[in-house]
């Protein structure tokens, strides 16, 4: 049974279409990574799962449970609420308390030290939300979504806003939490963040899925040609190339070169080799997720 099950799902406000017949599986156990660019429909999908917003069309089933009966597997499921809206009279404590009794879920002080701690928040408790920073809001708003100890977490943007070393330590957290065998439907505008930790990515445009699975498997299908770079003595002239390696720049003894396919690269050698080309390395160098992102 799969995690998150979204068959033709479709959203419209008035006349506008926002999500147009999306189609996505989220296996259990993993950190799905949910790109596109501001305005694709990432909110609007989001705000459908945890039952914000309601569909125009199409099916959901959450944690093998459809959508429409949300109620019986809220628990199960964790959501970061948006930073702007938290309690900002509340204290740490009595917010995560308050955020619990509405999922129907009990917490003890000593639960709620733990996920304070688990977010980089120890000695918070009697703080209020409203003296918190920028970060300290969006740790309490990851603290809010673990309380409970849910199997599925929605988390939008978990790292937006926060330093290096905080955006490290909720990537490590949120490792730790897959490794205890969660789910973690993530949407991030951080493409290296997604490269590092997701299993598997989405990319949504103009309300449809555009791109589906695994990073490498992505740099896989836009390979349409391979680029390598290649450190030699003599460095490389244009006269020592065959027809089919194209030079793109050079940098010392570093030469950067466009071929048709992998294949090209054992014969290249021989043919520099002939020329008495010494080859020192080789690196073939792949699509970075964000080239790929941008080139949707
Ligand atoms: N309540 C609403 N009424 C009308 N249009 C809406 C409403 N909510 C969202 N939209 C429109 O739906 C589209 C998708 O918005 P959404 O917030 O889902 O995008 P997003 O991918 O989350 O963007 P971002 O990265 O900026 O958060 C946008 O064009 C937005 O203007």
């Known amino acids: 049974m799969s995690a998150i099950e979204v068959i033709g799902l479709k959203k419209s406000f008035g006349a ?35 039952g914000i917003t309601q569909a125009t069309g199409g099916t959901v089933a959450l944690l093998g449970e459809p959508a429409d009966r949300l109620d ?7 959501v970061m609420p948006d930073t702007s809206n938290l309690y900002h009279d509340m204290t740490a404590r009595a917010f995560l308390n308050y955020m619990a009794g509405l999922s129907g879920v009990r917490i ?21 939300i409203g003296s918190f920073s920028f ?21 939008d943007e978990p790292t937006s806003g926060l330093d290096p070393e905080s955006a490290i330590e909720i990537q490590r957290l949120l490792l730790a939490l897959k490794a205890d065998g969660k789910t973690i439907f993530l949407t991030s505008h951080n493409l290296n963040e997604i490269e590092k930790m997701c299993d598997r990515v989405a990319i949504m445009a103009e ?17 349409q040609e391979i680029q390598i770079r290649i450190r030699t003595a003599p ?20 030469t950067r070169l466009d071929l048709s396919m992998e294949e090209d690269i054992p014969e290249l050698l021989v043919t ?10 080789v690196q073939i160098e792949r699509q970075s997720l964000e080239e790929i992102f941008l080139a949707v």
């Open 72 to 78: 019986a597997i809220k628990q199960r499921i964790g």
């Open 108 to 128: 003890t002080k000593q639960e709620i030290g733990r996920l304070l701690e688990q977010v980089g928040l120890s000695g918070t408790e009697r703080q209020k």
């Open 16 to 50: 506008k279409e926002v999500l147009r017949e999306v189609n996505l599986t989220v296996e259990r156990g993993e950190i799905f990574g949910f790109l596109g660019r501001n305005g694709a429909g990432k909110s609007t999908f989001i705000q459908i799962m945890t």
């Open 272 to 281: 520099l080799a002939k020329q008495d080309v010494k080859v020192y390395e």
């Open 235 to 254: 460095r490389l002239e244009t006269s020592h190339l065959p027809a089919y390696a194209r030079l793109l720049s050079q940098a010392g003894d570093c």
């Open 207 to 223: 309300g449809r899925i555009v791109r589906f699975g695994t990073v490498a498997s992505l740099q896989e299908a836009m390979r």
């Open 135 to 155: 970060g300290m809001k969006k740790k309490i708003s990851i603290a809010q979504a673990l309380t409970g100890n849910p199997e599925l977490l929605f988390l």
